[in-house]
């Protein structure tokens, strides 16, 4: 059985508009990261604000992508 790779998720250098969050959750679960962008302002919206706090921690606490891309 061959070895399964671990999947780290990592802020996007490249798809990025404001931290790279979306771009990386994108990435991670190979989805448009366009289709998270707009999960997220709704879930804003519709949560009064509180998706702002969740995308401020994940800008903290989720890593850069070390190699860049």
Same mark, same amino acid.
């Given at each position: 059985? @061959?070895?399964?790779q671990m999947r780290m998720l990592y802020k996007s250098? *490249?798809?990025?508009?404001?931290?790279?969050?979306?771009?990386?959750?994108?990435?991670? %679960?190979?989805?448009?990261p366009t289709i998270i962008r707009i999960v997220w302002?709704? /879930?804003?919206?519709? *949560? %009064?604000?509180?998706?702002?706090?969740?995308?401020?921690? /994940?800008?903290? %606490?989720?890593?850069?992508? @070390? *190699?860049?891309?």
């Amino acid at each position: 059985m @061959p070895k399964e790779q671990m999947r780290m998720l990592y802020k996007s250098r *490249s798809n990025r508009i404001l931290g790279g969050v979306c771009g990386g959750i994108g990435e991670y %679960l190979n989805v448009d990261p366009t289709i998270i962008r707009i999960v997220w302002i709704l /879930a804003t919206l519709l *949560s %009064l604000g509180i998706g702002v706090l969740v995308y401020i921690f /994940a800008w903290i %606490l989720i890593p850069n992508n @070390p *190699s860049g891309k």
